[in-house]
């Protein structure tokens, strides 16, 4: 399985950028997905997660209404539109795989939670 983000780039604050995730080896249906991103020496911070059962889409408070999630399920991938963005955005973001989806809901806001991960793509926000 390889998933492969992009999207990435340098923006200034208030525009938008949108990050793809195209994975082979595995659809992204029927299997639960999810966008983190981290800071330089942290550990990577949730921002969103599609559950497969059920078929919600669950957020990290500090990012809802701004971050939204999609995905073409004909191209295998999914999308992460970014609006509204400001310069603490500013990070390498990461797209995951939890295949099959044993995770439990809870596990799904945790980096652990899931199996896959792409290389990541550096979003820049100017201020």
């Known amino acids: 399985v390889q998933l492969q983000a992009s999207g990435g780039g340098l923006v200034q604050a208030g525009g938008s950028l949108r990050l793809s995730c195209a994975a082979s080896g595995r659809a992204f249906s029927g299997n639960n997905m999810g966008w983190f991103r981290q800071y330089p020496g942290k550990e990577r911070e949730f921002l969103v997660f599609f559950r497969w059962n059920g078929g919600r889409t669950y957020y990290a408070d500090s990012v809802k209404g701004r971050l939204t999630l999609s995905r073409d399920n004909a191209k295998n991938t999914v999308y992460l539109q970014m609006d509204s963005l400001k310069p603490e955005d500013t990070a390498v973001y990461y797209c995951?795989?939890?295949?099959?989806?044993?995770?439990?809901?809870?596990?799904?806001?945790?980096?652990?939670?899931?199996?896959?991960w792409g290389q990541g793509t550096q979003v820049t926000v100017s201020s």
């Open positions: 995951a795989l939890d295949t099959p989806p044993l995770t439990i809901p809870s596990g799904l806001y945790s980096a652990r939670g899931y199996d896959y």
